[in-house]
């Protein structure tokens, strides 16, 4: 989660798109706060944490290209979203990182393991880079709880003895893909993430996890939602529309998804396949795609935050960008383009200043990664990862045209 505590502050390939019922979740209604919290560094450090962990995804992708619902609450911790999660008997709680971008679940950064006696090592060895962060540990095997009764027994979790790029939180609760688990346990090929062993256990009935966040002008508040199972039709104000996962490495290896970019009329990058993932906090282009941005905008590189910064009279001049996924477009109107200013002096900005969400990549289109849509996009569209479908689904909300920023 490529250093996670930089602060950004304040937090698949078908053209194909089904217009799907949302799926209703029934009683009882398990719920997880997951929550934004501060950690305030540069806004510099933020947009190198995410074009470092694009890096990573790159590298590894190529690498490893050769019965109910439930939710839980989070939180928007500036840089990212984190969850309380417990584990082991009784539980000990910890503050986990939402990641669908790794699939390892670990903890000890910060909080150490309570071993009880649902502990069991596996008496494997454990090691995850995630790009300016990683950890390496031992293998165990315990309880964990999600929300008030969402319990999984015998959940692979890797116990930290080292880890860099995490101060601040406990560890990661990875819901990616469970490929990306595949050599970083040295007595297994892979591990069940914990989605698969809802599923496997017969907690939920199909492999499907639901998100929802909102835009917010605090530094720490409880304004998400992570369900198992299906979604949640309460924060849903259209219907879903699926997307099939992409087949272009080393997207493929992700939550990977084909789509074009335009603004103002123009295509600023072409059909293309790259990720979505809760990691990163920015929207991040293809540098190609990204300076067409810049010049469309007028924008220009601030060297307080590392972020685009645009005038009062260029903002009142931005226009939609448009994100179009198997034929139905997502467009982050002009507020959802800009950091939450509230929260300027926070990555290291002026009160009065204007910054853009829009960061560059580092590559040029062509690599098979070309666009990371991270918490920025997040933030305005419900999102489904859908396992047993191989689908991704998004979802207007009643924060897609907010004005909070």
């Known amino acids: 989660m490529a250093r996670l505590t930089a602060l950004f502050a304040a937090l698949v390939l078908a053209s194909v798109t089904l217009a799907s019922p949302v799926v209703e979740i029934r009683e009882p209604l398990v719920t997880l706060p997951i929550a934004r ?27 490893s290209a050769e019965k109910r619902t439930a939710s839980i609450t989070v939180t928007n911790q500036v840089d990212t979203y984190v969850a ?3 584990v082991g008997s009784p539980a000990t709680t910890y503050s986990l990182l939402i990641d669908t971008g790794s699939s390892n679940t670990w903890l000890g950064a910060s909080k ?6 649902t502990s069991k090592s596996t008496g494997g060895s454990v090691s995850v880079s995630y790009g300016s962060g990683s950890f390496s540990g031992t293998e165990y095997t315990d309880t964990v709880t999600l929300g008030s009764g969402l319990v999984i027994t015998g959940q692979s979790i890797g116990v930290a003895s080292r880890a860099s790029g995490f101060d601040g939180v406990d560890g990661i609760l990875g819901i990616g893909p469970v490929d990306l688990t595949e050599g970083t346990v040295s ?7 914990v989605t698969d062993n809802l599923k496997s256990q017969g907690t ?15 530094e720490s508040v409880a304004n998400g939602e992570l369900t198992f199972g299906g979604t949640d039709s309460s924060k849903i104000t259209g219907s879903i529309s699926y997307v099939s996962l992409t087949t272009t490495s080393p997207a493929s290896a992700y939550w990977g998804i084909n789509q074009s970019v335009n603004y103002n009329g123009a295509t600023i990058l072409s059909s293309t396949a790259g990720i979505v ?30 972020l685009l910064k645009i005038t009062s009279a ?3 001049k931005l226009t939609n960008l448009n994100f179009v996924i198997g034929g139905t477009t997502y467009a982050l109107t002009p507020n959802a383009q800009i950091w939450p200013r509230s929260l300027n002096t926070a990555i290291g900005g002026t009160s009065s200043g204007i910054y853009l969400i829009v960061g560059d990549l580092g590559s040029n289109s062509g690599e098979g990664l070309d666009f990371i849509n991270g918490y920025g996009f997040l933030e305005r569209y419900y999102s489904v990862f859908d396992t047993t479908n191989k689908r991704v689904g998004f979802a207007t909300t009643s924060q897609t045209t907010s004005t909070s920023n």
Not at 37 to 63: P, V
Request: net charge positive.
């Open 37 to 63: 919290r501060l950690n305030a560094t540069s806004g510099r450090t933020i947009l190198e944490h995410d074009q470092a962990r694009a890096r990573n995804f790159l590298s590894r992708g190529k690498k």
């Open 84 to 86: 309380s999660v417990g």
């Open 112 to 117: 150490k393991y309570v071993k009880t006696s």
């Open 187 to 193: 007595n297994a090929n892979t591990v069940p993430t």
């Open 204 to 218: 939920i009935s199909t492999e499907v996890i639901g998100i929802y966040y909102a835009p917010t002008t605090s």
């Open 277 to 306: 993932d809760t990691g990163t906090t920015l929207v991040l282009l293809a540098t190609n795609a990204y300076n067409k941005y810049v010049s469309a905008t007028g924008a220009k590189l601030d060297s307080s935050t590392g």
């Open 314 to 316: 260029q903002y009142s």
